[in-house]
């Protein structure tokens, strides 16, 4: 049994994924799209290819992502491919550095990178006394 791909309700996944609201889309498609024609159109299970197109140029995300996107599927794959649906755990437990030590490094080279811009600030400002009293 194949299941439908719903179009609308992918263009307003990957907006919302985006974080744009239907009113920006609608501003971003034109003048006779308002925040009521972006609801509607994302109730829709086929959308015309043209808006599409256009909606793909908006949101800059290709046209096959609206037409074969199919959550159940994602869902599907993510929940076989990695360990009780978590996405991003890992079963590895040992880490290979002490965060601690990683995050006193890279305090030590914010000091430095400071200490720096300073000797580079103090001898500038001798260049531009330099330049002041000629």
Same mark, same amino acid.
């Given at each position: 049994?194949?299941?439908?791909?719903?179009?609308?309700?992918?263009?307003?996944?990957?907006?919302?994924?985006?974080?744009?609201?239907?009113? #920006?889309? #609608?501003?971003?498609?034109?003048?006779?799209?308002?925040?009521?024609?972006? %609801?509607?159109?994302?109730?829709?299970?086929?959308?015309?290819? /043209?808006?599409?197109?256009?909606? %793909?140029? #908006?949101?800059?995300?290709?046209?096959?992502?609206?037409?074969?996107?199919? +959550?159940?599927?994602?869902?599907?794959?993510?929940?076989?491919?990695?360990?009780?649906?978590?996405?991003?755990?890992?079963?590895?437990? %040992?880490? %290979?550095?002490?965060?601690?030590?990683?995050?006193?490094?890279?305090?030590?080279?914010?000091?430095?990178?400071? +200490?720096?811009?300073?000797?580079?600030? /103090? +001898?500038?400002?001798?260049?531009?006394?330099?330049?002041?009293?000629?």
């Amino acid at each position: 049994m194949e299941q439908k791909i719903h179009q609308g309700r992918n263009v307003k996944r990957f907006r919302e994924m985006l974080g744009i609201k239907q009113e #920006a889309l #609608a501003f971003d498609l034109g003048n006779d799209w308002n925040q009521k024609k972006i %609801s509607m159109l994302e109730q829709k299970e086929v959308i015309e290819n /043209d808006i599409l197109d256009q909606i %793909s140029q #908006a949101l800059k995300i290709p046209v096959e992502a609206f037409q074969n996107f199919d +959550e159940e599927q994602a869902v599907n794959f993510i929940s076989n491919h990695f360990d009780n649906g978590a996405v991003g755990y890992q079963k590895y437990d %040992s880490c %290979s550095f002490n965060p601690i030590d990683k995050i006193v490094q890279l305090y030590d080279e914010k000091i430095a990178l400071y +200490e720096r811009l300073l000797k580079e600030k /103090d +001898e500038m400002m001798v260049r531009i006394e330099k330049l002041i009293n000629r």
